[in-house]
């Protein structure tokens, strides 16, 4: 009995053994099979970056005999529970994308992410300031290939039938214009309050224009919010709020998703404005066939409040970047120096996958005239702001978004979001 | 070890009572001595050998990883280092949000049993019948369950946005008073994510009822038409006690199922408007995922677990002891 019974143990653990095995081996003839390829994670799951990465790879690989790119376009949401993972793992991705930021610095405390200093020390300055957000305690983390502004998009036909004949330029401006676009029967303002991101984006730019660049960057640097310009900001989404500018249900709305989304009705012409990133009319254009908005659509910064302590020309925006695992740093660095040469960038934005090149010699291809004016708001701002969420470490970015998300559905004070930055970590 | 009770019973003959019935219980079988054959051993390390490998790996292994982890403060990068004991497990049972997540998956089991079970009842019963075009009429009650919940949570996310589908439909039939905001309104919220989930998965419970209203005996209900029976009493008081184990099994499916709510939620709401919709699982991946508190995500994960353990037990022990007899627990006492 006694033998038997372990005869049927021996087989059971055989049999595990076998299938732990069988996995652990399947896993690496997965990767030996690459043949050494630099694996590369993006977020072009559509055209056009989808191409324009596609494209990158083929004249990289062929400049380069003997380099191999495994190139793996993973769906925008995904990344931030795969990259921990892979972080873990003992195959992480050569390169892989990100926003930089604070959520940068979290995962180079890992040591999977390459300090590549002095690998990118002779070109990086050519990309200005852009590169300052994947750079960490004066180490560089990553390469950014596109810069991103948030600011009003608006449409000028509904603006002008509701006797709108400037583009606000202070908030005064702004909300004369909601109540004439209220009184003309339009939805002024449409905003995406599901995603909570879009909500942030009042209650960042509202910090901005309060808050001085002193307290801006060492408040950000702290992760505190203890200036009373950021509850003075909280006050000022309240008072917006009150207003009533938005869409009827916009904490349900989705900002980019299917035609009702926020983006969608703008592009619809049934809402005048929405508060957004760059990347708007790219996303619109994907949610009408109608593509008569195009000429209707204007862009205008966020406005500036009188009296306030911030300088009216800093932005808020960020970016999308890439950076470089450890195991196959300088393989990637290589490419990313490719990524952001006059090359890829003219092709990236004369194919409308992006509208703020890092590179400067590629502003050329810019042609249209309000991207045009996004791009010089941009590269004339005296400061940019990242977005607060992608700024601070990410678990204060989400304690603030969804504390301003709640301040949009009623719940909270001008405090609030302060409170819950501090109150996180 | 009980599996392989139960195996041996059945190969010997001694076969659990049908559900519903008091089971022949094989008392007195442990301790005989009676041994398995070196053939059904094989057999067995054979059969269950795989299924209990990917168990162990996927789920036991798991679980223990996770007990591990909710006892550090960490961020998901690099190895756990600050050991903060029982800190994350308080922290969370105190947080107003998690409290209101508990809330809500309480709510959508209750609604599930109050709401949903008597409306698949009713319809199971009613597609039980003689009916013209019942092929089609049970075809179309199960349809929705056949789709994956992401598709239906963004079909609903789409014909619930103002002025969608949905109340183009009420304005249609001149309800415009019905119209509402289904998803941004917090005290409506959970309600309107109720229906769809009923809508999806309806069909499942008639389909389940269905096969257990197979299982009534034709002459039962001769016998009571004859004894002059209504249709309603034979319903009541012969069909639906009959019932009774595939209501129960459709009950526990259905509490497990609130309790562990994630897709439809997360994909229709993400948790919002300001929590009104969070639920145990969209609370775990907003701060493990979101926020990159693994180890606080950690410990909330065991609570739901512990929650979803704690009621299968009981509902086991003190609602399917008798269906299951001899099936799960090897003896009726």
């Known amino acids: 009995m006694s033998i038997r019974r372990r005869t049927y143990g021996a087989l059971v653990m055989a049999a595990s053994l076998a299938l ?25 799951t559509q055209d056009p970056l989808k191409s324009v990465w596609e494209r990158a790879a083929a004249a990289y690989e062929k400049a380069h005999p003997g380099a191999k790119l495994d190139v793996v376009p993973i769906q925008n949401e995904q990344f931030p529970t795969k990259v921990p993972l892979a972080l873990q793992s003992d195959n992480p991705p050569g390169v892989y994308f990100n926003q ?14 390459a300090d590549i200093t002095d690998r990118t020390k002779s070109w990086i300055k050519d990309l200005g300031a852009a590169a300052q957000g ?29 006797g709108i004949t400037k583009a606000p330029a202070t908030m005064d401006e702004l909300k004369s214009a909601v109540t004439a676009l209220k009184a003309a029967g339009t939805v002024p303002i449409a905003l995406g309050g599901k995603d909570r991101w879009p909500d942030a984006f009042y209650y ?21 919010f203890t200036d009373q310009c950021f509850t003075r900001a909280g006050q000022d989404v309240i008072d917006l709020i009150a207003l009533k500018p938005f869409q009827p249900g916009f904490n349900g709305t989705p900002a980019q998703q299917g035609t009702g989304s926020s983006a969608g009705m703008v592009a619809a012409g049934q809402a005048a404005m929405e508060l957004q990133g760059d990347w708007n009319p790219g996303v619109m254009q994907g949610l009408t066939s109608d593509p008569s908005y195009k000429a209707e659509l204007g862009w205008f910064p966020f406005p500036s409040i009188a009296g ?27 490419l990313l120096k490719y990524l952001t040469s006059a090359e890829v960038q003219t092709d990236l934005i004369s194919s409308g996958a992006a509208t703020i090149p890092v590179n400067p010699a590629a502003e050329a291809a810019i042609k249209d005239p309000v991207v045009k004016e996004v791009f010089s708001y941009n590269s004339k701002a005296s400061y940019v702001q ?7 470490p990410t678990a204060a970015g989400q304690a603030l978004n969804d504390a301003v998300a709640n301040l949009f559905a009623g719940q909270g004070d001008a405090g609030s979001v302060a409170r819950a930055v501090n109150s996180a970590g | 070890m009980t599996t392989l009770d139960h195996a041996d019973a059945a190969r010997t003959g001694a076969r659990p009572g049908p559900p519903g019935a008091v089971a022949a219980a094989p008392k007195g079988r442990k301790g005989t001595g009676r041994r398995l054959s070196v053939r059904s051993r094989w057999e067995l390390a054979l059969l269950l050998t795989p299924a209990l490998v990917l168990f162990v790996l996927f789920v036991l292994v798991s679980i223990a990883a996770a007990v591990y982890y909710s006892f550090f403060d960490w961020n998901g990068f690099g190895p756990p280092t600050k050991l903060v004991g029982f800190a994350n497990y308080t922290k969370a049972l105190a947080d107003p949000m998690f409290q209101g997540a508990v809330r809500h998956n309480l709510q959508f089991a209750a609604l599930s049993v109050v709401v949903q079970l008597p409306l698949t009842l009713g319809l199971a019963l009613l597609l039980n019948g003689r009916l013209r075009g019942r092929a089609v009429l049970r075809l179309i009650a199960f349809t929705p369950y056949v789709l994956s919940e992401a598709i239906t949570a963004v079909a609903w996310l789409v014909m619930l946005q103002p002025g969608g589908a949905v109340d183009q439909g ?3 039939v001149g309800l415009d008073g019905l119209v509402h905001e289904w998803l941004a309104d917090q005290h409506l919220v959970l309600y309107t994510l109720f229906v769809v989930a009923t809508w999806k998965y309806i069909g499942f419970g008639v389909i389940l009822l269905l096969a257990g209203l197979q299982g009534v005996p034709a002459e039962l209900r001769e016998a009571a038409a004859l004894d002059g029976a209504t249709q309603w009493q034979t319903t009541r008081k012969v069909v639906l006690p009959l019932l009774g184990p595939t209501i129960r099994i459709w009950i526990f499916l259905s509490v497990i199922g609130s309790l562990q709510l994630f897709e439809l939620v997360w994909i229709m709401t993400l948790g919002g408007p300001a929590g009104s919709s969070a639920t145990m699982a969209t609370y775990v991946i ?7 508190q693994f180890g606080y995500g950690s410990a909330v994960a065991v609570l739901l677990f512990a929650v979803c353990f704690v009621f299968a037990l009981l509902y086991q022990r003190f609602a399917l002891r008798r269906d299951t007899a001899g099936a799960l627990s090897g003896r009726v006492d």
């Open chain 1, 20 to 44: 732990v095995t069988a996995c652990g081996s399947g896993g690496s003839t997965g990767s030996d099979a690459a043949g050494g390829a630099t694996t590369w994670w993006h977020n072009g």
């Open chain 1, 100 to 113: 930089g930021g604070g959520l940068l610095a979290t995962q180079a405390a890992s040591g999977r992410v």
């Open chain 1, 134 to 162: 994947w750079a960490s305690d004066g180490k560089q983390y990553g390469v950014p290939y596109a810069s991103h502004v948030v600011g009003f998009w608006y449409r000028k036909d509904l603006f002008a039938k509701a």
């Open chain 1, 204 to 224: 960042n730019y509202f910090a901005v224009r309060e808050c001085s660049v002193e307290t801006l960057k060492s408040s950000v640097a702290k992760a505190k």
């Open chain 1, 308 to 334: 306030a302590a911030g300088d009216p020309s800093v932005a808020l925006g960020g970016g999308d970047g890439f950076s470089c695992t450890t195991k196959q740093a300088d393989a990637c660095v290589d």
């Open chain 1, 386 to 392: 990242v977005y607060f969420d992608v700024a601070l």
């Open chain 2, 170 to 172: 009420l304005r249609g």
């Open chain 2, 286 to 292: 907003d701060r493990g995922f979101r926020r990159y």
